[in-house]
């Protein structure tokens, strides 16, 4: 059976400071938590203030982004040895934010993807379609795409895959039950073109305004093992619920 994920994604937000007043905050509420994979995505700035917090706790560390060459002339880049030196376990790669804004190809995610797992860390890959390409009815067609282009030849036992629909990130709509069940399964059989019976254990995410109120509902799907969670995780008594959606 796979153990559900459920991640906090939180971009370009929190201090250092706010970094540790959430934590503090937080892990004694989901202290007892056991059935469900806890992990907190700080910005870079943070992750060493959070490692030391997070330290034989049952929550995980993950960058929101890396390079994938080992070091070099660089400028502004992360590498695998810098986000395992700051005590992370996981990495977030190909957010439709990177692919929107910073025009990362699948071509570059496959890169990241490779050396991420080469070091030792498991991804959380994100795929999603926008508005236009779900009226378009490409949803599918997307999806494919960016999971046979970013996953090609990769190990998917350091894999956790993240259906995030573009449409419905940071916007207040969130994908139906139904029509993310209807994605996950498709994802799912996808990855058993890529993987073969190995489709069944890895996990999928749902992420898209993923909210106390919602988050019971969308997990009872058979194919969502998790989420992927933006503003309803910057608040501790928030992403609890979130985590105890049980």
């Not at 570059?108 to 080469?118: D, E, I, Y």
Request: aromatic share 8%; net charge neutral.
């Amino acid at each position: 059976m796979r153990r559900p994920c459920i991640a906090a994604n939180w971009k370009m937000y929190k201090t250092s400071g706010e970094v540790t007043q959430f934590i503090n905050d937080f892990l004694p509420r989901v202290k007892d938590v056991k059935d469900v994979e806890i992990v907190l995505a700080p910005a870079f700035t943070s992750l060493t203030t959070a490692a030391a917090l997070l330290k034989g706790s049952n929550v995980g560390l993950s960058a929101q982004n890396m390079y994938f060459e080992k070091e070099g002339a660089f400028t502004g880049e992360i590498s695998t040895a810098m986000i395992l030196d700051s005590g992370c376990a996981y990495v977030i790669i190909g957010h439709s934010e990177r692919r929107l804004y910073f025009k990362e190809t699948d071509e570059l995610l496959a890169r990241k993807v490779k050396a991420a797992q080469a070091a030792g860390l498991i991804v959380i890959f994100c795929i999603g379609e926008t508005i236009d390409e779900r009226k378009a009815d490409k949803t599918f067609d997307v999806i494919k795409t960016q999971l046979t282009g970013g996953l090609k030849d990769v190990n998917p036992d350091k894999l956790i895959v993240a259906y995030e629909p573009v449409w419905a990130i940071g916007t207040g709509v969130t994908a139906s039950p139904e029509q993310a069940q209807e994605a996950h399964a498709y994802v799912r059989k996808e990855l058993g073109g890529i993987f073969g019976g190995k489709a069944d254990e890895i996990r999928i995410q749902y992420g898209g305004s993923v909210k106390p109120e919602n988050v019971k509902e969308i997990m009872s799907k058979p194919d969502v093992d998790g989420a992927l969670v933006g503003g309803a995780s910057l608040k501790a008594d928030s992403f609890e619920k979130i985590v105890k959606f049980k």
